[in-house]
């Protein structure tokens, strides 16, 4: 891929690749030269992230950088907003009937439901008053603290869910995997579900979440690119964890971060340093210089030169 024909879509995932955890809530010095560095070359970034769009103003908006063109995958492709001024082009939901049948399963497997609202409904993360394990707890601790935008429930199953965005939970791996068997053999092809991996936990505990079945980071940088008119041979996906698979796979470049786990790494084009080493700056800052994509065609994983 050469960078001398034209701009760029640089498709930048956010926990794991521009911050070290789910925790953080402040982008780097480095990470914001780098990306608006990407801009003024000409080149159009995307956030793409598992984040809802509440969770994703509380960081953008925190760090002081929040530029108002700036396309956003969000829940890992279930909302989109691209364009100038921005807007929402897809938002894929969940009916009511399958939220409550979500929520019965993710209940049956001894599993703590979250249901993300619609941001239309003021983008409300729902849960269930009830003990949680330590990693769980601390994503509500912080997102009640940051974000705010919690209700807690006694029962999720007994509201009158007409629609949502999302089903999920974290837990550990083995819990996460049968949750997850279930969820598709009794809703086959209405759902899909995402298993990444925490960022905590040392690699026990793992992200459920169910969406509707046409979302995903790909089909929504799609739409992006499409509303762009940017073809997607020229885009460059940044991601670190499962959710950006279905990004690498779409675009024309892909790049996996050092701290990625091993099959997403051998997932990828190219391999980037670690994010706590700003191995996606380092990348980022290529772009602005033109000095990366290589104008060579897809090629086993390496570290980039950059």
Same mark, same amino acid.
């Given at each position: ?60 908006? #925190?760090?002081?950088?929040? *530029?108002?063109?700036? +396309? ?13 001024? &921005? ?9 009511? +009937? ?23 409904? #003021? ?7 009830? *003990?949680?394990?330590?990693?769980? #707890? ?40 049968? !949750? ?16 990444? &991996?925490? !960022? !905590?936990? %040392? ?12 979302? #995903? ?13 940017? +073809? ?60 990366? *994509? ?8 390496? %570290?980039?030169?950059?």
């Amino acid at each position: 891929m050469s960078t001398g024909n034209g701009r760029l879509l640089v498709a930048v995932d956010v926990d794991g690749t521009l911050l070290n955890t789910e925790f953080d809530d402040v982008l780097g010095g480095r990470e914001i030269a780098a990306l608006e560095a990407v801009r003024a070359a000409g080149h159009t970034v995307a956030l793409c992230t598992g984040r809802n769009l509440p969770s994703l103003i509380h960081l953008l908006e #925190g760090s002081g950088w929040f *530029p108002d063109d700036l +396309p956003l995958v969000l829940l890992n492709g279930a909302v989109v907003h691209a364009g100038a001024p &921005r807007r929402e082009l897809a938002c894929s939901v969940l009916e009511g +009937p399958v939220v409550h049948r979500l929520v019965a399963l993710f209940r049956e497997h001894g599993t703590v439901p979250m249901v993300y609202g619609l941001d239309s409904d #003021g983008g409300v993360l729902h849960h269930e008053s009830r *003990p949680v394990n330590d990693v769980l #707890g601390r994503y509500l601790a912080m997102r009640r603290r940051g974000v705010g935008r919690l209700e807690a429930v006694d029962d999720l199953l007994a509201r009158p869910w007409t629609r949502a965005l999302e089903v999920g939970t974290i837990d550990r791996r083995e819990p996460v995997q049968l !949750l997850t068997a279930a969820v598709h053999k009794v809703l086959g092809g209405a759902v899909r579900v995402v298993n990444t &991996r925490s !960022l !905590l936990g %040392e690699g026990a505990f793992w992200w459920a979440e169910a969406f509707h079945r046409d979302t #995903g980071k790909g089909a929504a940088l799609a739409l992006v690119a499409a509303d762009l008119g940017i +073809p997607l041979s020229r885009a460059v996906a940044i991601g670190d964890n499962y959710n950006d698979l279905d990004m690498f796979a779409a675009c024309g470049t892909s790049v996996a971060m050092g701290n990625s786990p091993d099959d997403v790494r051998a997932a990828a084009d190219h391999l980037a340093g670690d994010v706590a080493q700003g191995g996606a700056a380092v990348v980022l800052e290529a772009i602005a210089a033109g000095t990366f *994509p290589p104008s060579s065609p897809r090629q086993p994983p390496k %570290e980039p030169k950059l």
